[in-house]
């Protein structure tokens, strides 16, 4: 059994560290990438507050293709280049949406999402996958939540 349950009264920092450290844990004698990413979207969800969905879609030829996640049912192919995920692989840079409604061409999966963190995983130099964070909340994700799942995204590289 896994219990990494993080302390209700952790700073964001912290909360970070520790997702990255059980992270860590989690996928480092472990070669399977969608093992590795349904376990990531599960800590990412028990880690981090006001979220409605955690989790993944893979590069797959030129469109983004679902892959683990928490929260409901989602868009299974989105182009590249298309919505705040398509923005993120296309450019290979963070996306941090205060106001979903606010993005062009953003794509609603589930109509109570507010917020948005996408943050492309990279290996030599390619976008593999990208790790989309979604919330009901206005604003909910701030540059250093960015960092933090940035730095997740590093220690995913040669993970997924
Ligand atoms: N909102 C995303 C689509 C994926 S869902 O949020 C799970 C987008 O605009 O790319």
Redesign the pocket.
């Known amino acids: 059994m896994f219990d990494f349950s993080p302390d209700p009264g952790l700073d964001p920092a912290e909360r970070h560290r520790q997702l990255c450290s059980a992270a860590d844990a989690l996928t480092d004698s472990e070669s399977d990438a969608i093992a590795n990413m349904a376990n990531i979207a599960a800590l990412m969800w028990e880690f981090l507050p006001e979220l409605n969905?955690a989790?993944f879609?893979r590069v797959i030829d030129d469109e983004l293709v679902l892959g683990p996640?928490v929260?409901r049912p989602?868009?299974i192919r989105?182009p590249l280049g298309?919505?705040?995920?398509?923005a993120a692989a296309a450019s290979g840079d963070t996306q941090l949406v205060e106001d979903?409604h606010a993005?062009p061409?953003?794509?609603?999966?589930?109509a109570a999402?507010r917020s948005?963190l996408?943050v492309p995983i990279k290996r030599d130099g390619r976008v593999l996958a990208v790790i989309?964070l979604?919330s009901p909340s206005p604003a909910r994700f701030t540059a250093e939540d960015a960092r933090g799942i940035e730095r997740l995204a590093e220690l995913l590289s040669g993970r997924i």
């Open positions: 969905w989790g879609y996640f929260g989602a868009c989105i298309q919505g705040v995920c398509g979903v993005f061409g953003h794509i609603a999966c589930d999402s948005e996408v989309d979604d």
